[in-house]
């Protein structure tokens, strides 16, 4: 399985100008067959990425010498980055999006920099990485913290300093997990909620930060555009928003990594997250929290460590539902943060939300239903037999049915 290092890099102004040529590179590449596609569509031609890169090669050595300044890596990411936006575009064709969005052209100020090395052109040693065609190392912040074979390395610049994203195939870890299973609610007022009564507050970052922010976007909307002194705050901006991102990802991370770590089977929402962004109430508590993020990082970390994420369909009605009598409290409002049923039961809303989550997240397990055996069967070896696992979801499903509460 692959995983990957985000090492910030600390390049000298030589290599930095090479990162900037190998980026250049990349957007020149992309840049040509873009025009090139266009050129022979409207000749009736049948274009391909694959086909225009060979065409690009064979003229390069003659028409464009300075892209062999750099490693051919950098015309291959602009080939690549070509393919996958006629991808995307035939794909939103095909679905009928309304928005098309059809390739654009990569222009030198707005595009963001970037290219990927393939890993047999790069090495890493400690502290430095080697790259094809510059002919010192590159010293990185830190020391790669996977051992295993490295398959690319990303190279791209975010506000102001650079990066290198290593992918490495690793070997998963043999773990044994203290915990059975779980239920996650995420939310907005608490970032998350787990079905044994965990709670992640939501810093908030981005909100306690907004002042900050304004104050810069005040101060870059006076200044003259392009001017040196509105380049000089939309850097710092750039790096205003970098601290607070890098913040927010590193408490999710924690957040990911011990839920992954402690519950072998883990029942979440499949938030429809573009859909809740729509609603510009919520939106911008959502995209604080990184709603999206979390399940992305519970994914690849569940697998890491040998347990089983299920996603448990969004219109399931997790906090409205009551355990004990199977009632559906259809007027349960955002505001209501205890769960009252006319039976009886009494509940903490998204503790409640939770442990239905889990309920259902072992039931669809024990039934042997539901998209989590696309997971396991994406992992080949580790996994332990396929019956085992949905017996031990069907005991677990027994043990989480809900008991009464000691005063009605
Ligand atoms: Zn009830």
Redesign the pocket.
């Known amino acids: 399985m692959q995983r990957v290092h985000n090492i910030r890099l600390n390049p000298t102004p030589q290599q930095t100008e090479y990162l900037r040529k190998a980026c250049g590179t990349a957007r020149f590449a992309f840049n040509w067959g873009l025009a090139e596609w266009q050129r022979q569509y409207a000749a009736g031609e049948k274009p391909s990425a694959y086909a225009l890169k060979k065409q690009f090669n064979t003229i390069k050595r003659e028409q464009f010498p300075w892209v062999l300044d750099v490693s051919k890596c950098a015309v291959d990411t602009g080939f690549r980055n070509l393919d996958a936006a006629f991808k995307r575009f035939f794909r939103r064709c095909k679905n009928g999006d309304t928005k098309k969005g059809y390739p654009k052209f990569k222009s030198k100020k707005r595009s963001k920099l970037s290219f990927r090395m393939d890993g047999t052109r790069v090495r890493v040693d400690g502290h430095w990485l080697t790259l094809e065609r510059l002919d010192k190392p590159i010293n990185m912040a830190e020391v790669l913290r996977f051992d295993g074979e490295i398959r690319s390395v990303t190279i791209s610049e975010h506000g102001g300093h650079w990066y290198a994203a290593i992918n490495v195939e690793v070997e998963p870890p043999k773990h044994k997990h203290p915990q059975g299973s779980v239920g996650i609610d995420v939310g907005v007022k608490t970032l998350a909620v787990l079905s044994d009564g965990m709670r992640y507050e939501n810093q908030v970052l981005l909100r306690s930060k907004l002042r900050k922010l304004k104050r810069l976007n005040r101060e870059l909307s006076r200044r003259q555009k392009g001017s040196g002194r509105w380049n000089h705050t939309r850097k710092k901006l750039a790096r205003f928003h970098r601290r607070i991102a890098d913040k927010r990802l590193d408490y999710l991370h924690n957040m990911t990594t011990r839920i992954a770590r402690t519950y072998r089977i883990i029942g979440v929402e499949d938030l429809n997250v573009a859909g809740m962004l729509r609603n510009r109430r919520l939106a911008l508590s959502i995209a604080d929290a990184g709603f999206g993020e979390i399940q992305r990082q519970l994914r690849y970390k569940s697998e890491w460590y040998g347990g089983i994420l299920v996603e448990v369909d969004r219109f399931f009605p997790s906090s409205r539902l ?1 355990p ?2 199977g ?1 559906i409290k259809s007027d349960l409002t955002l505001r209501d943060r205890t769960f009252v ?3 009886g ?1 009494v509940a903490d809303r998204d503790v409640n939300g939770a442990q239905n989550i889990e309920r259902e997240a072992l039931r669809l397990m024990s039934r042997g239903r539901s998209g989590f055996t696309d997971s396991l069967n994406g992992r080949e070896q580790n996994v332990r037999p396929f019956g085992a696992v949905l017996d031990e979801a069907s005991k677990l499903a027994e043990e989480r049915q809900p008991s009464r509460p000691a005063v009605v």
């Open positions: 009551c004990m009598c009632e049923c006319a039976c039961y």
